[in-house]
Nanobody, 123 residues
Framework: VQLQASGGGLVQAGGSLRLSCTAS????????MGWFRQTPGKDRSFVTS????????QYADSVKGRFTISRSNVTNMVTLEMNNLKPEDTAVYFC?????????????????WGQGTQVTVSS
């Protein structure tokens, strides 16, 4: 599946952003979808994931209560709502697709990746 992420930008601390990831290709509803983020010199870290039918979502502790992931298997889109953003949320955000896995926090469980979108939160 091919993925295209969009929606990044510059926002002040406390503000909100919405990231979108549009998928093209067959059987989007077979895949779990995840968001990871990466800062310079560091590996990608897990942010959130949602299972193939949208009924189960998981979050990194650092974003719980502030970020919400959702998906539409009709429009083949995954959305990440980010509220109360903090400067430490600054990163390049990647959407990813993989088959449902117990190890959903691992980037190696995801086979397809979008190109990344920059999120910058100023203090």
């Amino acid at each position: 599946v091919q993925l295209q992420a969009s929606g990044g930008g510059l926002v002040q601390a406390g503000g909100s952003l919405r990231l979108s990831c549009t998928a093209s290709g067959p059987r989007f509803d077979n895949y779990m979808m995840g968001w990871f983020r990466q800062t310079p010199g560091k590996d990608r870290s897990f942010v959130t994931s949602i299972n193939y039918n949208g009924k189960s979502a998981q979050y990194a502790d650092s974003v719980k209560g502030r970020f919400t992931i959702s998906r539409s298997n009709v429009t083949n889109m995954v959305t990440l709502e980010m509220n109360n953003l903090k400067p430490e949320d600054t990163a390049v955000y990647f959407c990813a697709a993989g088959f449902d896995s117990y190890y959903y926090t691992s980037q190696y469980e995801y086979s397809d990746w979008g190109q990344g979108t920059q999120v910058t939160v100023s203090s």
